[in-house]
């Protein structure tokens, strides 16, 4: 089966991929690297993951795709914290594609020098490389983790890599890159990194073979898609389902069961279009009820209404098959919840977002208003535990995104989620 998020990303993927893993045999990333930030929390204990498939935390083989470009560095620090915490990381825990391409240092500078340049146009990256080092991919001048075992005939692929930058450097006033430097970086890191380097390929194939079941694990969400996402607010990888297959090696069908992480509202994050962001009380409350600041870049999340309209196209884009509604809980409390049904623009009126960014941003929403709550649902773990309103509230969103509800999650902890249709047994 496959995770991703059906929104702008910090739907709860994290959370509900640990909850899932228990009966995985096999978690594996597809795209993104670590720009993603997943908070898990365990009893006592939280968890920030990046880079490394949520799987691990349950000590579930974790496996790195193909398609997830590598920071080196940050894997290292990710492993060494998460160690500290006390969780045991291994080859035999942690398998990693040797054709993964590298986030270097080289690209987080390019990725800044751009933000840095481009004022109120600016995207809103994380910072973390993670566009200039998929350019670099698909312009066939990356370092790749499989170059790290052989770094001494490195240097016909560094003078196209270095050729590039440096003339992008150029152009922000830079110096170009000290290649002897850059090489001695990559020596030190490569062992590190090469001790988890697998055919992963082979690994996920024979892993299917033998009937075990395989959760791939996306990253951000539908919304920040690069074909179907706001773009050019969007990160630079399909976040969609059909990832899980290119981004690992599997054939066509290897998504299975495509669940869509979804919040029972709306957040974003970074610059570009949001009809139902909330400016007042409301968005305020969301926002401090939810706890919405980022795990990567500790920026403050955009609140707003859920958009059924957006929702219904994520899960058709996506080709989702149930969603996990998450963080219900924030909104107990609320005399009305208002879904956006349908926009305006210039005075017609829309069932989908226009492919244009002005006209993204330039679209009103239209609101169904429902009563809301007042008893709680944090920590429920059954449907008999929630009230009458918030069902309603469920059952409309379903009716609203042509798309039904397999988990409900209700707080942060990984046993409050309630299960309605289990993924794993389509
Ligand atoms: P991800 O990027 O999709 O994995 O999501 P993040 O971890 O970035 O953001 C989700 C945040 O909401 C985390 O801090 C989670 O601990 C928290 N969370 C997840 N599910 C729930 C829920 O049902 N209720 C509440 N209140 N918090 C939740
Ligand atoms: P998870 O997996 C939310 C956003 C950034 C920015 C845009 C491009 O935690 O849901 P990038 O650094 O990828 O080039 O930034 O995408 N973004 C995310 N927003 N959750 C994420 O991941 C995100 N990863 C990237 O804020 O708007
Ligand atoms: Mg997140």
Redesign the pocket.
Same mark, same amino acid.
């Given at each position: 089966m496959t995770v991703i998020?059906g929104q702008?990303? +910090?739907?709860g993927?994290g959370k509900i991929v640990d909850w899932l893993a228990s009966r995985a045999d096999m978690v594996a990333r597809f795209q993104?690297g670590h720009?993603?930030?997943?908070t898990l929390v365990v009893g006592n204990e939280t968890y920030k993951l990046s880079l490394l498939p949520s799987g691990i935390v349950r000590g579930t083989l974790s496996v790195i795709g193909n398609g997830v470009v590598l920071d080196p560095w940050a894997l290292k620090a990710e492993i060494e914290k998460l160690t500290a915490q006390g969780l045991s990381i291994t080859p035999e825990s942690l398998q990693i594609a040797d054709t993964c391409p590298l986030i270097l240092p080289i690209h987080r500078d390019l +990725?800044a020098l751009r933000e840095d340049a481009s004022g109120k146009g600016k $995207?809103?990256? @994380? &910072? &973390?490389g $993670?566009?200039p080092a998929y350019e670099d991919k698909v312009g066939r001048r990356a370092i790749r983790v499989c170059d790290l075992a052989h770094l001494d005939s490195l240097d016909p692929q560094l003078d196209r890599l270095l050729a590039h930058h440096d003339a992008l450097r150029a152009g922000f006033g830079e110096p170009p890159i000290d290649r002897e430097a850059l090489k001695e970086q990559l020596r030190e890191i490569a062992d590190f990194v090469l001790q988890f380097a697998k055919p992963v390929w082979i690994t996920v194939n024979e892993a299917r073979a033998r009937g075990k079941r395989i959760l791939f694990e996306g990253?951000?969400?539908v919304l920040?898609d690069v074909d179907h996402g706001t773009y050019p607010? #969007?990160? *630079?990888s399909n976040t969609i389902a059909g990832t899980a297959a290119a981004g690992t090696g599997l054939g066509p069908s290897a998504a299975g069961f495509v669940l869509g992480i979804v919040k029972a509202y709306t957040t &974003? #994050?970074? *610059?570009?279009p949001f009809p139902t962001e909330l400016h007042d009380d409301i968005g305020q409350r969301l926002g401090e009820r939810g706890r919405e600041f980022?795990? #990567? @870049?500790g920026r403050k999340r955009r609140c707003g209404w859920f958009d059924a309209v957006l929702v219904r196209q994520s899960c058709a884009v996506a080709g989702v098959t149930g969603i996990a509604f998450t963080k219900l809980d924030v909104l107990d409390g609320l005399d009305e919840i208002r879904i956006c049904t349908g926009y305006k623009l210039g005075g017609r009126t829309l069932g989908h977002l226009p492919a244009h960014a002005a006209e993204q941003a330039a679209v009103e929403p239209v609101y169904e208003t429902i009563e809301g709550w007042q008893q709680s649902t944090a920590g429920a773990r059954s449907w008999a535990q929630l009230p009458a309103q918030a069902i309603k509230y469920i059952r409309r969103v379903e009716e609203l995104i042509h798309c039904p509800v397999a988990l409900v999650s209700t707080s942060p902890e990984r046993e409050d989620t309630i299960l309605v249709r289990d993924p794993f047994s389509d």
């Open positions: 998020g702008w990303g +910090d739907e993927k993104g720009n993603a930030g997943h +990725d $995207i809103g990256t @994380t &910072r &973390r $993670i566009g990253a951000q969400g920040l607010f #969007v990160t *630079s &974003r #994050v970074g *610059s570009g980022g795990t #990567v @870049t």
